[in-house]
């Protein structure tokens, strides 16, 4: 029996030492970290990695030691030798060169035994490639482009297993976006989806599905972005099993804005639950890539994905953009970060202001936008901005219409999910100079009077509500409309398609005046807190109301449900909380098409805006009925 187990443990650890020796012959992997690497760029260049089983440099003081071992002398005093080019000193010790076409060269001590010859090719920093070389002419290790290789990114894990892809645009690939492909550890490909493009620095962005495979390996490893679609000619890179890990979008400072007065952050995981926020004395505002070599100043406000900062001292950086974040002082941990801080920008001022401006998120909703632009462009909205959540349908196409038609629209790419309450604070600070009232309501949401039966379609039907010397933000109570029996979406819009709704109202938007929003830019459902010395004013139902159109026909209701943008509302998908007002009454959280789906939510026909807008916009069109204006678009 003891013999036995002698055996067995003896085979054991001939195992274990011959899993050992193997993988660390297969799997030989170094790298190398310059500071004149970082400096040349800061933004774009993660470690180098060179894979090399014969000749495994490492860093010593930021020189390359040749670990293959040869006899040598140590070479006092200098030598040359004819390159193609031009005549290169030999030198007594290890150093790293940038040549010309951005060549980076090392050249490790001198010696005289002939060095058998070596040539080791690998991926450094995802778009350039490193040749080792040795024979009795010189020993080096170049890092040259490649015009075919893949491209500089940096990627964050997005909800619905994708990740997002952020890439310098000089390194975008063809213009068209049309043929790129993320390259996973698994050495699997998934197509790379043109997405939006980043600005301040400008960066392109694509997002990808994760294979099944890449899920089940943990830490997920970033992708790269490859030219190659057949999967075939992949070759294995062992580099991608050394890749960054990908960022997790839950902790992370997603984007920034520059006032005249100071910097504000827009970070996701620091203040999770609503209504509590912690204390900016646990923070600093970190501009640089440590707290070594960075700058750090006070956060002053600390609320929702909000964080106020201290301007920094321009004198201490270029005018190249630097990386800005949080950096905890607890945990002495800096939050990882996509956004960058650009010295050189000024914040636009002066100009005439638009009275009265409306802000929305929206998500694929072409076939809603004509409409919506047309109805409240003639009751009083002078300048509509679009925070644009990832859009893949004909968005840009009907927004360059509708431009061309007059009307004044402002897209931003705003690609972040759940940050309904972080876009609207961000819009606060975007629009404070180009907009002195701005209406906070959704695509699917129409603001009206009962009292305009009667009226003409003017601009001062809504300005004529605003005014300065008694409040500052104006309330308005919904009424949310259901499926009023359609099945499909109604051609003649959603004034004319849905009639029926719940008796009661519920929620409310706003309008307010941008001058008077709080500096914490704290808000929830559609409404902000309001500087001192300013109040709220709730409009009666007989003033002003908004007809929501909430619940839709199914197809249309359950694309919304599959992608809720508000920070601190729970997704319908989970099973929790589930007696919520921000959920369908009796659907739970499965996005399965309940029975009698068309008659829901039907409790008071109420046609007065359908009628109000059918005198406004339509026109009798023979036999088949009403023709409403944004039909004709």
């Not at 409310?508 to 902000?528: D, G, P, Y």
Request: proline share 5%; with cysteine.
């Amino acid at each position: 029996m003891a013999l036995k187990i002698r055996t067995f443990f003896l085979y054991v650890s001939i195992s274990v030492f011959s899993f050992a020796v193997i993988y660390h012959i297969l799997l030989p992997t170094a790298y190398i970290s310059s500071d004149q690497l970082r400096r040349r760029s800061p933004a774009f260049n993660p470690q180098l990695y060179i894979p090399n089983p014969r000749l495994r440099p490492y860093v010593d003081s930021n020189l390359i030691i040749n670990e293959h071992e040869q006899e040598h002398d140590e070479i006092t005093g200098q030598h040359s030798y004819e390159d193609d080019t031009q005549t290169v000193p030999v030198e007594s010790s290890n150093s790293i060169q940038i040549g010309d076409g951005g060549i980076i060269q090392f050249k490790p001590r001198a010696s005289h035994v002939r060095s058998i010859p070596v040539e080791i090719e690998g991926t450094v920093s995802y778009n350039t490639s490193i040749v080792s070389r040795s024979d009795n002419r010189n020993d080096s290790i170049s890092v040259i482009s490649k015009a075919d290789s893949s491209i500089t990114n940096v990627s964050v894990l997005f909800p619905s297993w994708e990740a997002l892809v952020i890439v310098a645009s000089e390194n975008g690939g063809d213009k068209n976006y049309t043929s790129l492909f993320c390259l996973f550890d698994t050495n699997e490909i998934s197509p790379a989806t043109f997405s939006g493009t980043m600005s301040y620095p400008e960066r392109k962005t694509f997002t990808c599905q994760i294979p099944k495979r890449v899920l089940r390996r943990l830490p997920f490893r970033q992708p790269v972005l490859t030219k190659t679609p057949d999967q075939d000619k992949l070759i294995y890179n062992p580099l991608l099993s050394s890749a960054p890990e990908l960022l997790r979008w839950n902790f992370i400072v997603y984007d920034v804005f520059q006032t005249e007065n100071d910097v504000v952050l827009f970070a996701k995981g620091i203040n999770n639950r609503q209504g509590i926020n912690r204390s900016p004395t646990e923070f600093k505002c970190l501009f640089g890539e440590d707290t070594v070599n960075g700058v750090t100043t006070s956060v002053t406000s600390s609320m929702q994905e909000v964080f106020r900062c201290q301007r920094p001292d321009l004198a201490e950086f270029s005018q190249n953009p630097v990386r800005v974040s949080l950096f905890i002082l607890q945990t002495k941990q800096v939050v990882p970060s996509l956004a960058y801080y650009t010295p050189q920008r000024k914040i636009a001022t002066g100009g005439t202001k638009s009275l009265l401006c409306a802000c929305t998120m929206v998500y694929n909703v072409a076939k809603f936008l004509k409409e919506w632009v047309i109805y409240h462009s003639k009751i009083g909205v002078d300048k509509f901005i679009l925070y644009d959540n990832g859009s893949d349908d004909d968005l840009g196409k009907v927004v360059d219409l509708l431009k061309s038609k007059g009307y004044d629209i402002e897209t931003r790419f705003w690609l972040w999910p759940k940050t309904q309450e972080g876009g609207f604070s961000h819009a606060v600070l975007h629009a404070k100079n180009s907009c002195q009232w701005m209406m906070f309501i959704d695509v699917d949401e129409f603001v009206y009077s009962p009292s305009w039966k009667s009226s003409k379609p003017s601009k001062s039907l809504l300005q004529s509500l605003l005014s300065t010397n008694l409040y500052g933000q104006l309330i308005i109570r919904c009424y949310e409309f259901g499926p009023s029996n359609q099945k499909t979406h109604p051609l003649a819009g959603v004034t004319q398609g849905y009639n029926c709704r719940k008796e009661v109202e519920n929620r409310h938007k706003s309008i307010v005046l941008l001058e008077a929003v709080h500096e914490s830019l704290v808000n929830a459902i559609h409404h902000f807190k309001l500087k001192d010395g300013f109040k709220s004013k709730k409009a009666n139902l007989g003033t002003l109301v908004v007809n929501h159109y909430k619940f839709q026909t199914w197809t249309e209701f359950k694309a919304k449900f599959r992608r809720r943008v508000s920070a601190y509302v729970v997704d319908w998908t989970r099973s929790v909380n589930l007696k919520s007002n921000d959920r369908a009454p009796g659907l739970g959280h499965l996005a399965v098409e309940p029975k009698g789906w068309e008659q829901r939510f039907c409790e008071v026909y109420d046609n007065r805006l359908k009628h109000l807008t059918r005198r406004w916009f339509g026109t009798r069109k023979g036999r088949s009925g009403i023709h409403m204006v944004w039909q004709n678009i």
